[in-house]
């Protein structure tokens, strides 16, 4: 890992559990990693599963792309392609939001985190970071460690070790991020690129009620453009889209290097590669990437 000011921890994520409503969301697919016979989380939507209804995998979902978005989020998150490496990560970067771990950078902060042992402790009850959830509860919201030093993060270490925990990472990575901007990204029409765009500015924004979180910035770009569903050019919206992404990057310190966006997505749409097909060459950081 390089410079720490590269990990991005988002903003307040407990809003988006409603903001799925107000987006028009609706969930079309269960995610591919849901942990078999697993206690559902609370928070999990049950209405695919009711309507006995599994859509294909047509664009970020499917798992070859899904791959991809993974490797592109951690390049600009980790300065590497291996996100598989990740589980075990833990530091306070200084940001104001504790600590931030794992493989999409859950923040004991902002909720996330606690929702993410949570599951964990219901799946595999008296795990090495159960005995942490009431300070978790007691810290979300603020940047302190209370009730988590002195062995907090060599905990975390410890659990993430164990397939349980790695498997609840990757299943609130979707539940909370991954599958909301696919699922608007499709009924915003946009193709891969689109949906992964929608999915890194979950990633770093949040959809939280602040102007700069996702559903503020997509309401931005649709006071621009109009997305593909509603009769629009898709590259003009997407522009519109990653213009009012970089807006929203500049109005924090932490977020004002927008290489992400400026050497990364903004060159594959470029290029015209709505589908994120590879190869794909970028740059984050000033740092090369390739996918081949």
């Not at 921890?9 to 591919?32: S, Y």
């Not at 599963?49 to 970020?60: H, R, S």
């Not at 070790?161 to 915003?188: I, L, T």
């Not at 621009?224 to 500049?250: C, H, I, S």
């Amino acid at each position: 890992m390089h410079a720490p000011h590269k990990r991005t921890a988002r903003r307040n994520t407990r809003p988006v559990r409603l903001a799925l409503v107000a987006l028009g969301v609706a969930f079309t697919a269960i995610p591919a990693t849901a942990y078999a016979g697993a206690p559902t989380h609370p928070a999990v939507h049950q209405e695919t599963a009711a309507a006995g209804q599994v859509a294909a995998a047509t664009g970020l979902d499917d798992p070859a792309k899904k791959e991809i978005a993974m490797q592109l989020v951690s390049s600009a998150e980790n300065s590497t392609l291996d996100w598989k490496a990740q589980y075990k990560y833990i530091e306070d970067i200084g940001d104001g939001r504790g600590y931030t771990a794992g493989i999409i950078g859950f923040c004991s902060g902002t909720g996330d985190m606690l929702d993410l042992v949570e599951l964990y402790t219901q799946r595999k009850p008296g795990n090495v970071l159960a005995k942490y959830l009431p300070a978790l509860r007691d810290v979300d919201g603020t940047d302190s460690h209370d009730g988590l030093d002195p062995n907090f993060t060599r905990d975390w270490a410890t659990a993430a070790s164990d397939s349980a925990f790695k498997q609840a990472q990757n299943d609130e990575r979707d539940r909370v991020y991954f599958n909301p901007a696919v699922s608007q990204g499709k009924a915003d029409g946009l193709g891969t690129l689109g949906q992964f765009a929608y999915y890194d500015a979950i990633v770093m924004h949040g959809d939280g009620d602040d102007s700069t979180s996702f559903r503020a910035i997509r309401k931005r770009a649709l006071a621009k453009a109009k997305p593909p569903a509603q009769g629009g050019n898709e590259v003009t919206y997407l522009n519109a889209f990653l213009d009012a992404r970089v807006w929203a990057m500049q109005q924090e310190e932490a977020h004002s290097d927008t290489s992400r966006v400026d050497t990364a997505q903004r060159v594959f749409l470029k290029n015209g590669n709505l589908n994120l097909d590879p190869p794909l060459d970028w740059k984050v950081y000033g740092d090369s990437f390739h996918i081949g």
